[in-house]
T-cell receptor, first 110, second 116 residues
């Protein structure tokens, strides 16, 4: 079983729709959870991070963590064409190493 | 906004040659990292570096790889004898703190290494 699993997509939505992304993980030691956005041939850009179960909101973005189910989600409200990118979940246990999911490609169509 | 700078953006090298990838982390950051992403695959951790020594490394980071902070601003990744399978995007990252802090964990735009 892979440590972090993420549907590769592509996920295509119309402009203004809610984008729903998720990752599952198998390692109970993961304590910190992040979502990154990556445009083509660019580095990952941190969007959200959290270390507790529950919801965290930042503008149009909401991150959810359910440690009991080993499941995390990212919701993007009022999606824009500029949100078209690959979204990566990443997780960290103790130490500094981030473990990434494979990324979900999102296309927001005008 | 402060950023992590990587040079070159693209490097082509012949198999067996040595390459050095360069990074300038954000100036007040203390932890430095290298990750790689083979085309179509996950971003993978290679190594973390703190206080002039390696703090953690993955199984990918074998004897062919080394890291150095030669001066107060640069952080380099050296691959001694490149193989075709080393072709990937290499990302440098830095963070102000380590362990339990994620704030400011910033990636550069990457160096695309092509081994021919």
């Amino acid at each position: 079983q892979k440590e972090v699993e993420q549907d590769p997509g592509p996920l295509s939505v119309p402009e203004g729709a809610i984008v729903s992304l998720n990752c599952t993980y198998s390692n109970s030691a993961f304590q910190y959870f992040m979502w990154y956005r990556q445009y083509s041939r660019k580095g990952p850009e941190l969007l959200m991070y959290t270390y507790s179960s529950g919801n965290k909101e930042d503008g149009r973005f909401t991150a959810q963590v359910d440690k009991s189910s080993k499941y995390i989600s990212l919701f993007i409200r009022d999606s824009q064409p500029s949100d078209s990118a690959t979204y990566l979940c990443a997780m960290k246990a103790a130490g500094n190493k981030l473990t990434f999911g494979g990324g979900t490609r999102v296309l927001v169509k005008p | 906004e402060p950023e992590v700078t990587q040079t070159p953006s693209h490097q082509v090298t012949q198999m067996g040659q040595e390459v050095i990838l360069r990074c300038v982390p954000i100036s007040n950051h203390l932890y430095f990292y290298w990750y790689r992403q083979i085309l179509g695959q996950k971003v993978e951790f290679l190594v973390s570096f703190y206080n002039n020594e390696i703090s953690e490394k993955s199984e990918i980071f074998d004897d062919q790889f080394s890291v150095e902070r030669p001066d107060g601003s640069n952080f380099t990744l050296k691959i001694r004898s490149t193989k075709l399978e080393d072709s990937a995007m290499y990302f440098c990252a830095s963070s102000p703190l380590g362990q339990n802090e994620l704030y400011g964990y910033t990636f550069g735009s990457g160096t695309r290494l092509t081994v021919v």
